[in-house]
């Protein structure tokens, strides 16, 4: 039997994804959980520009690598000794998330600019629609905050993202 809960969150570099990788992190941290950070790429969804260089498949890899290592970092920084597993998936997003077993809870950010603008995004709404098991949707600071305005939350991942650590 399974005692430690599974918070799982998708990452994809978005700052909407980064709020979600930090309310995971704080959720997971607080029930003495494990925190699954999972980030997917799929090189057929992007069409590149005509004059650009199609990116390979290492390519991807290697960027999918940097992004979940940022962000292993990122949790580390905030929530020192909260276990963290990683996942890079080939697979479309939706079908990475949707397709996640074992978790307790699974976290996505919004894409959603402002409230009640109703963006949600094709991979949220196919996580809603089929969830693996509950589904939070975080939303960025200045969406959450009063009149769009900073707050703490978008002042300390603005420092972090300055190089400043921050507590």
Do not use: K
């Amino acid at each position: 039997m399974r005692n430690r809960h599974v918070i799982a969150v998708g990452v994809d570099g978005s700052d909407a994804a980064e709020a979600a990788l930090l309310w995971a992190a704080r959720e997971a941290y607080q029930r003495g959980g494990v925190l699954l950070v999972l980030h997917a790429w799929n090189r057929h969804l992007r069409p590149p520009a005509p004059y650009a260089p199609v990116p390979g498949p290492d390519d991807e890899h290697r960027a999918g690598m940097r992004l979940l290592e940022r962000s292993v970092d990122m949790v580390g920084a905030g929530f020192p000794g909260l276990p963290v597993r990683t996942v890079l998936s080939g697979l479309r997003p939706e079908q990475a998330l949707t397709g996640v077993t074992g978790a307790d809870l699974l976290v996505l950010g919004s894409a959603a600019q402002q409230p009640g603008d109703g963006r949600l995004g094709a991979v949220l709404l196919a996580c809603l629609r089929w969830p693996p098991c509950p589904v939070v949707v975080v939303q960025t600071p200045a969406c959450t905050s009063p009149a769009g305005g900073s707050s703490a939350h978008g002042s300390a991942t603005r420092a972090r993202r300055r190089g400043i650590r921050v507590h």
